[in-house]
């Protein structure tokens, strides 16, 4: 709960045992209700105050955020990598004449445009001990003129090796470096370490190309720029902080009641009338229902004991036992406390109900790498910390601290904050530390609460007849209730079967919406409550009679229907109805028959025609009607029935294929096209002007037989364009495989020529002759004809 937090107690401070075991009559507690006084804290974020700080000072954390996201209070520390610079310029040098080059800028310069100038002697005193980041070579010179065909190079020699940094040639003008910022060049490719800078010479060359040299180098000072990673300290704060509002579970008691033996009442509280120890004994108390006591939390100035008695019933006490201050006191209904004052005053005497107790789950993650044993968590409840915890290691931690003696006992706001300390002296290495906590929560609310329940007007039960709407019952403008208005009234339904009706509330009524076609009786429970829970409830039965219904087509019939005359036409006829299993079908013509077994209807007109055939389904006592328009026309019906082969089918002929096509309907067909085809390669398209009811009509496809392919299938497909409309689209493609005479290319075999003239006395006269017969055959013979079945 968050905000504002509503507690209701009820402790009782009666001065006579007689007050305090009166019952209230007929009142009674209604309901019970405990609650975490602090709950679920960690959103919005706008309600608790969030603020960081540097060191001891007032500027804000550079390293440390707080912030409240995703229902967690996250304090995150983030150190990143500690660098310093340092500057080593040379002490020495080792060529003639060129001191000036040493040391850090001062203008005094050493000049050359030959001799090389050589520095070392880089001291790095102090840093050794420091990791490299990166160096760069730093030189303040300047070559007062252009460079035109001469060069000035810098290069950096270490244990015998040397390598060029830099080499100035062809420039426009001169160069000029003797201010900040000066030339520099990174060379942390080399990977020198603090030894090699301590080793290193920096070498400065003026290299003339003979004749008269184009300038002069005047070198000031050279060094190295190191950047290293540095050791470091410090300390950021930050805190979360959020006020809460409420009726606290704590009672002040009234130090002015129960009895008084040698006590004085005083500015301080109850003091010694005497010199001998004051006694004060408190009026009874009555724990609250359904609640325990707490713990005593006492104000005094000086030395003091107590003692408490208990009872069960307000009557049988127990003998006194010492009790200590902040233990939580006995589980009874009754107690009295008993104060003694050896010395001092006493300012003030409480009592938390239910123990509240701060619960804290919180949690150590990512690193504790340089962080200092000064690091902690605190946590404080109204200005006094409850809680300190140094951050030593990773993992999670929960707590749970009673926290009565520090809540007000009045509707007072109580703070409570979070505050981390984060100290670190680290080497310099990036480190990352977060503390969230994630959860927080103070237990011991709770709430009483006295209520009737409401009445309404009996509901009778209710008659319906199927294929009915329903019905609307006005419900909460008949009920009442102790505490409000009936407009306050929640009204609630339940039901025992869902098949029949549906119940629900609409507004303050009750709304019975029938189900379609669904009969029977189902128990309906209305309920009535208040906004404490209370309720009124009462069950009623729902009765719908049932109703004859009509037969229905589950699916819808075509309006139109065409039939071919001499034809079977089968049309899908599902019905069905809800109450009667069994049903009738009758048609308007003869020739329309149902067929139950198969839920069709057979059309099988005898005259062509147009017929507006009505369709009647029954159940004996209802009836539907459909009418479907039925078209019956005369078609044709045409079909190959046989395809010859005129010639001989041996490669390389010329043969005709003759398709015979029959039309086996009742109507004339008009501009039929066959198509003819050998292995997917078409012969011809073929138009027939017309074939007659009954008749047979020849087309005709030239073809030359192929010479690779010993068998070939011919294709026959007729009215490859649904051009004419047929009783049977499906037998309109012929097909058959060929077997082709394959007759051998190779030319005749060569003979030896002493026979073939031995022979030719012998045979020549003979052969001419038959080839005569045969030829004279072929020419005026008929063709052959081959029929394919």
């Not at 004449?97 to 030959?114: F, K, L, M, R």
């Not at 730093?138 to 080499?167: C, Q, W």
Request: hydrophobic fraction near 40%.
């Amino acid at each position: 709960m968050k905000g504002y937090i509503s507690v209701v107690l009820a402790i009782l401070m009666m001065t006579t045992s007689s007050m305090l075991i009166a019952t209230a009559g007929a009142r009674s507690i209604h309901n019970v209700e405990n609650f975490d006084l602090v709950n679920d804290t960690f959103s919005p974020q706008q309600e608790w105050s969030l603020s960081t700080k540097k060191g001891f000072s007032d500027d804000v954390a550079e390293y440390t955020s707080v912030m409240v996201t995703d229902g967690h209070l996250t304090f995150d520390h983030n150190r990143s990598l500690n660098t310093q610079s340092s500057i080593i310029w040379s002490t020495t040098n080792s060529t003639i004449g060129h001191g000036s080059a040493t040391g850090s800028p001062d203008n005094y310069v050493a000049v050359s445009s030959g001799p090389e100038i050589i520095v070392g002697g880089f001291q790095y005193t102090g840093m050794e001990s420091y990791p490299i980041l990166s160096i760069a070579l730093v030189m303040t010179f300047n070559i007062p003129n252009p460079l035109y065909s001469d060069s000035v190079r810098a290069s950096i020699e270490v244990d015998g090796m040397n390598h060029l940094v830099k080499e100035f040639s062809h420039t426009q003008s001169g160069l000029f470096y003797m201010t900040s910022p000066y030339w520099s060049k990174d060379v942390s490719s080399q990977n020198y370490t603090w030894q090699d800078l301590g080793n290193a010479n920096v070498k400065v060359d003026y290299a003339s190309e003979g004749g008269t040299d184009d300038s002069e180098v005047r070198l000031d000072a050279v060094g190295f720029n190191v950047v290293y990673r540095a050791p470091w300290f410090g300390i950021e704060t930050a805190v979360a902080e959020q006020t809460f509002n409420g009726d606290w579970p704590v009672l002040e008691l009234n130090t002015l009641a129960g009895t008084h033996s040698a006590i004085s009442m005083t500015p301080c509280g109850l003091e010694n009338s005497s010199a001998s120890p004051g006694v004060w004994t408190s009026a009874v108390l009555s724990r609250p229902y359904g609640q325990s006591w707490g713990r005593l939390h006492v104000t005094a100035d000086g030395n003091t004991s107590w003692k408490v008695t208990t009872s069960d019933d307000g009557e049988n006490w127990s003998s006194s036992t010492t009790h200590l201050v902040g233990q939580v006191l006995p589980v009874s209904e009754f107690l009295q406390l008993q104060g003694t004052i050896f010395s001092g005053c006493i300012s003030s005497v409480r009592i938390d109900i239910n123990d509240p107790t701060l619960n804290i789950d919180w949690q150590i993650a990512q690193s504790l790498d340089g962080l200092a044993n000064m690091s902690w968590l605190e946590v404080k409840v109204s200005g006094v910390e409850v809680y300190h915890q140094n951050l030593t290691a990773l993992g999670t931690y929960s707590l749970e601290i009673p926290v009565g003696g520090y809540l007000p006992s009045d509707d007072s706001s109580v703070d409570i904050s979070v505050a981390i300390v984060f100290s670190w002296a680290s080497d310099g290495q990036p480190a990352t530390t977060v503390v969230q906590v994630d959860s927080m929560s103070v237990s011991g609310g709770y709430a009483l609460e006295w209520d009737e329940d409401p009445e309404c007007m009996a509901i009778g039960d209710l008659e319906l007849l199927e294929d009915g709407v329903g019905r609307l019952l006005a419900i909460l403008n008949t009920c009442s209730d102790d505490r409000g208005n009936n407009t306050d009234l929640q009204l609630s339904v339940g039901q025992d079967r869902y098949d029949i009706v549906t119940v629900d509330v609409v507004g303050d009524q009750i709304r019975v919406s029938q189900k379609d076609e669904q009969s029977g009786d189902t128990i309906v429970t209305a309920t009535v409550t208040d906004a404490a829970g209370n309720y009124w409830k009462q069950n009623f039965t729902v009765i719908v009679g049932s109703v004859n219904d009509a037969p229905y087509l589950v699916e819808s019939l075509p309006a139109t229907v065409i039939v071919s005359l001499g034809q079977v036409y089968l049309l899908p006829l599902s019905i069905a109805d809800v109450d009667s299993p069994t049903l009738s079908v009758d048609a308007s013509y003869s020739w329309a028959s149902w067929n139950p077994q198969e839920g069709r209807l057979e059309l099988n007109p005898t005259v062509a025609g147009e017929y507006d055939l009505q369709i009647a389904i029954s159940d004996g006592e209802l009836s539907v009607v459909r009418n479907v328009n039925v078209e019956v026309m005369a078609t044709a019906d045409l079909v190959v029935d046989e395809v010859t082969i005129i010639g001989n089918l041996s490669s390389g002929s010329e043969v005709e294929v003759q398709v015979h096509i029959r039309n086996d309907g009742q109507s004339n067909a008009y501009f039929l096209t066959v198509k003819c085809e050998a292995d997917g390669n078409l012969l011809k398209v073929v138009t027939v002007p017309e074939i007659r009811s009954g008749m047979i009509q020849t087309a005709i496809c030239p073809w030359v037989v192929p010479m690779d392919d010993d068998t070939v299938m011919l294709t026959i497909e007729l009215d490859g364009g649904d051009d004419i409309f047929e009783s049977n689209e499906d037998n309109n493609a012929f097909s058959r495989v060929l077997s082709i005479e394959v007759v051998s290319t190779e030319p005749p075999t060569q003979v030896d020529s002493a026979f073939a003239v031995g022979q030719a006395g012998v045979w020549g006269g003979t052969i001419l002759a038959l080839l005569l017969l045969v030829g004279l055959f072929w020419m005026f013979g008929p063709a052959p004809v081959r029929k394919i079945e």
